[in-house]
């Protein structure tokens, strides 16, 4: 997270706010209760309290304009800059303008007034943008269902720095539950739900995020899935690059995704039934392709079925326990992939690397790839 | 040296970033006299804005960097105006 520069902040806890005018684009009602939910946001975490007023000045004066609408930030019309908002101060300090340019929502279309919203009052209590691409205070728009959404703990820090934690919880000792943290590359108990190679790349994926890593550089950068992919759901259980169709494949549950390259492939999701696996099988657990013999690999439970694509069947004598084709790995595979002809299988924080004869080189952490 | 004729999308996405780097990440046009510098302002303000994202540190206007330069975003800055 950060601050603005002298960490300035508002002198006190009760604030008032006032919504100036409204977007044509939603029911006034939905207007209030989106701005309404996203200061409760950070009153939940803090001293602070809202009350709304109806005339005069408010310390956070809310308004929606297109344009040049009143301050030296012109907005940019649709897209691009969707609002912005002061720092804490007398005048404009703390007030926030939404672009009526933009189409404002209670859903997941257009941009979602809730989620705005709530970055943009992060500003007028004092926060900067966060380089934590799954903080609240990332400066890149992202959807997340506003039902579920929970102020991520990077964002809490931030806003308990300045202000201290909800002394009307837990007499305002810090909170025993704090919010979902975006998974640390270097956190040596890292597991991963998923693995596979891109085009060159491979991608690790864990939660709502996942990692880029790029064979020629250490660099690696992490997105939220949504970031690059609207369409696919967190929490990927497995996936792998067909060198047979140059497609990338996604699982998670009894469905499968496609992508060419980094874009999804229409007519997906389908059922793995599709694939021609058993009906016995309702989860992949992960998944890789074979380069040596040519095949895909699914592991599922302490099963791995070998799997021909051009068929599309399973191979004669699978499923197989994967202890008795890749020995040392135990009885599960949270994910796999397969780089210049090693196969690394990822079993909790161990990941272990097999030679193309699938005999056992080395263990490794499962970070192995993330550059720490 | 003369300017190259730079093909329409590369200049559109100079003049894209040009843009976006004034208004998020405090580049400013050098007044006076031209210095000789290593690195040019723009070039490093690029490269500040992809650690930033953390992104691939390259400098250029690289399709990653770009993909991110035409995301919807806040329009607070991203470094200390």
Redesign the interface.
Known sequence: YST??GNIKWPKTSLTYRIENYTPDMAVQDVDRALERALQVWAKVTPLRFTRIYSGTADIMISFGAGVHGDY?P?DGP???????FAPSEGIGGDAHF?ED?TFTSGSMG?NLFL?AA??FG?SLGL??S?D?GALMF???SYVDPDTFSLPQDDIKGIQFLYGPNPDVDGGNPDPNPGPTTPNACDPRLSLDAATTLRGEKILFKGSFFWRS?SQ?S?V???RIK?FWPELPDNIDAAYESLESDRVYLFKGNQVWALFGYDIVQGYPKSITTLGLPRSVTKIDAAVYDEQSRKALFFTGNQIYSYDEATRKVDQGFPKSIKDVFPGIGNKVDAALQDRGFTYLFNGQYMMEYSYTRRALRVLYTNYFLGC | SLPIALPSTAKNDEEVAEAYLKRFFNLTTPEGPIQRRRISPMTEKVREMQRFFGLKVTGTLDSDTMQMMNKPRCGVPDVAQ
């Open positions: 603005f520069q930030y907005f897209d691009g800059t969707l609002a912005h908002a672009d933009e941009y705005v970055h943009e500003h900067s943008h380089t691409p400066p890149v728009y790029f550089s660099q950068e992490q997105h970031y």
